[in-house]
């Protein structure tokens, strides 16, 4: 049993524990720090979209397009839906030729309240562009339309019909995507268990210790190809430049990196998975938290994760204690309860941050 990460507490007891697996990795595959089974293969759902990311840079397609920092950021994001948000995507799709009709990823509500209200007092509805994958999927646009080469048809296929089904395992742009996947992990997806994620592309199981390390590769260079390793830099650097893409108001992924920059690359999936990179340590973190929790468990373990690892100023301190050991407030306002980091946990911190 993976032993507990988290712990919820409400009027000085635990209330309630998370249990779940962590795995620390340099770009070799050395284990530098683990908590839980590591081997056990999860699905990593959009933690990993920094991944799915590299063939849109690596193929040349990103600098035919002239895509901008804030696009190859939201690329890489699990969006707000924001108008923000919905504008970068749109440009893309324009750059590419094509519009929000060609997003295969599904609609919902923005994730942000007020983002979702204001939607409605409009008498609008949700599109395609509100999903909070709609960027990954835009890059998947702008791979494709790299891929088909622009002007021209492979096999008398407008680019319209070229990109028709883009979401299946087994169409041109899914298989470099996969491919991507597949280098940077170093695990063999070919029998990996394979699901279909909830923007509809395929997702794999995928052991802890070989995310951990794919992203200690990202952030390092180390071990990938060179088109990869520059593709992984400039992903990143845009990232740094426009964290509010990859998330968005009030949320972790964005808040961590304005203020770590490049120190930090950091991307929570569905069902409580959360990796990241930390280039100047050369490592790379996976998380899996067993009941799926995202919003409190994920955020708490790696809040902690990057208070152990990372050196951290004052500034970057006042952020991050909040993180890891955040309150808890009912509809009154009132502090109830809070969370932290639970005993094992705590235990990766024992040592000063490398």
């Not at 309240?113 to 990954?136: F, I, V, Y």
């Not at 089904?165 to 491919?179: F, I, K, L, N, S």
């Not at 990796?275 to 938290?289: D, E, H, M, N, S």
């Not at 100023?313 to 050991?325: E, K, Y």
Request: a neutral charge; proline letters at 5%.
């Amino acid at each position: 049993m993976n032993p507990i990460l988290v712990e919820v507490l409400r009027g000085g007891a635990v209330e309630s524990r998370h249990r779940g697996a962590l795995a620390v990795l340099d770009a070799d595959g050395a284990v530098v720090a683990s908590l839980g089974d590591i081997e056990r293969p999860i699905f990593a759902r959009s933690a990993v979209k920094l991944l799915q990311a590299l063939p849109l840079v690596g193929s040349g397609a990103a600098d035919r397009l002239a895509l901008t920092d804030e696009e190859l950021a939201v690329a890489c994001a699990s969006h707000n839906g924001e108008p923000a948000h919905t504008q970068v995507v749109t440009g893309m799709l324009a750059k590419a030729g094509l519009d929000a009709d060609a997003l295969e990823c599904g609609a919902h509500w923005p994730y942000l309240d007020t983002a979702t209200r204001a939607l409605a007092a409009q008498g609008r509805e949700p599109s395609a562009l509100h999903n909070n994958c709609s960027g990954k999927h835009a890059g998947f646009l702008c791979l494709a339309c790299g891929m088909h080469g622009g002007a021209g048809s492979p096999g008398g296929l407008n680019l319209r019909q070229y990109v028709r089904g883009y979401v299946a395992p087994d169409h041109p742009v899914m298989r470099e995507v996969t491919a991507s996947v597949q280098a940077t992990t170093g695990f063999d997806l070919t029998n990996a268990a394979l699901g279909t994620d909830g923007c509809s592309i395929p997702t794999f199981g995928i052991p802890l210790r070989h995310l951990a390390r794919a992203f200690a590769r990202m952030g390092t260079g180390a071990h990938l190809s060179a088109g990869h390793a520059r593709a992984a830099q400039r992903l990143r650097a845009a990232v740094a430049r426009a964290p509010f893409m990859v998330a968005g108001t009030g949320r972790f992924d964005t808040r961590v990196m304005e203020q770590l920059g490049e120190r930090v690359f950091c991307k929570v999936g569905a069902e409580g998975v959360f990796c990241a990179a930390l280039p100047q340590q050369g490592l790379g973190v996976a998380i899996k938290i067993d009941d799926g929790n995202n919003a409190r468990a994920a955020e708490v373990a790696m809040a902690a994760v990057i208070e152990r690892f990372v050196a951290l100023d004052g500034g970057d301190a006042a952020l991050m204690t909040p993180l890891s050991h955040p309150l808890l407030t009912n509809w009154n306002g009132i502090h109830v309860g809070s969370l932290r980091p639970a005993e094992a946990l705590v235990a990766l911190g024992s040592a000063d941050p490398t």
